[in-house]
């Protein structure tokens, strides 16, 4: 059973349009991440929440917003999206920092017209 | 800065063969390695960790081998099967950190 779980798998949005994907999960983890990975690189890292903690990475755009209205949702809001934001969106959680794995959903795929 | 990286970006090896795919890391600091599977169209997926005070652990079919001397990882994968086609990534943190570190990625190739 799915665990992370992440609407839509597929996003289609204009150039510009707001544009806000979804992750949920069941494991009651303190710790939600967001990655955008683009063609097989590696996952880079956007933000995270430790409960309602957030932490912005230095060089996330300022276009990248996040929300974590109770433990086990978090949304990604990207307010303008340019066609560099197309990309595949990968949502991870984990227990706690340090020595844990992370657990990732299957992502979503958000393509910009 | 600190990254962990890997050796080689492609690897193919024909179906039933062992597979060993590296990664080395340059954070001394860093005491966990995990090492995960991506296939295509999906996220990665957890398949095997170890922690700096072991040198090797094993899985089903897999093997984690930890070398701190030279700050080297791998992951061998044992009699290699079409659905172990994928795309690996090692990474590492420690403890009290907020973020993993990943390598830049391994695509493996199982020829019939």
């Known amino acids: 059973d799915a665990m992370v779980i992440q609407n839509p798998r597929y996003q289609v949005t204009q150039f510009g349009k707001p544009v806000t994907l979804s992750c949920s999960q069941t494991l009651n983890h303190n710790v939600m991440y967001w990655y955008q990975q683009k063609s097989s690189q590696a996952p880079k890292l956007l933000f995270h929440?430790?409960?309602?903690?957030?932490?912005n990475e230095a060089d996330t755009p300022d276009n990248f917003q996040s929300r974590r209205p109770n433990t086990s949702f978090c949304f990604l809001d990207i307010r303008s999206p340019g066609l560099g934001d197309a990309a595949m969106y990968l949502c991870a959680t984990s227990r706690d920092f340090g020595n844990q794995p992370q657990h990732f959903g299957d992502g979503t795929r958000l393509s910009i017209l | 800065g600190e990254s962990v990286g890997l050796h080689l970006p492609t690897l193919s090896v024909q179906e039933g063969d062992n597979s060993i795919i590296n990664c080395a890391y340059s954070n001394s600091a860093s005491d966990y390695f995990i090492w995960y599977k991506q296939e295509s169209g999906k996220g990665p997926q957890f398949i095997i960790d170890i922690r700096s005070n072991m040198d090797k652990r094993q899985g089903q079919r897999v093997t984690v081998l930890l070398n701190k001397t030279v700050k080297h990882l791998s992951l061998q994968i044992a009699a290699t099967q079409p659905g172990d086609s994928a795309v690996y990534f090692c990474?590492?943190?420690?403890?009290?950190?907020?973020?993993?570190?990943f390598g830049q990625g391994t695509r493996l190739t199982i020829n019939p």
């Open positions: 990474a590492e943190t420690f403890q009290g950190a907020q973020k993993l570190v």
């Open positions: 929440y430790y409960d309602k903690d957030f932490n």
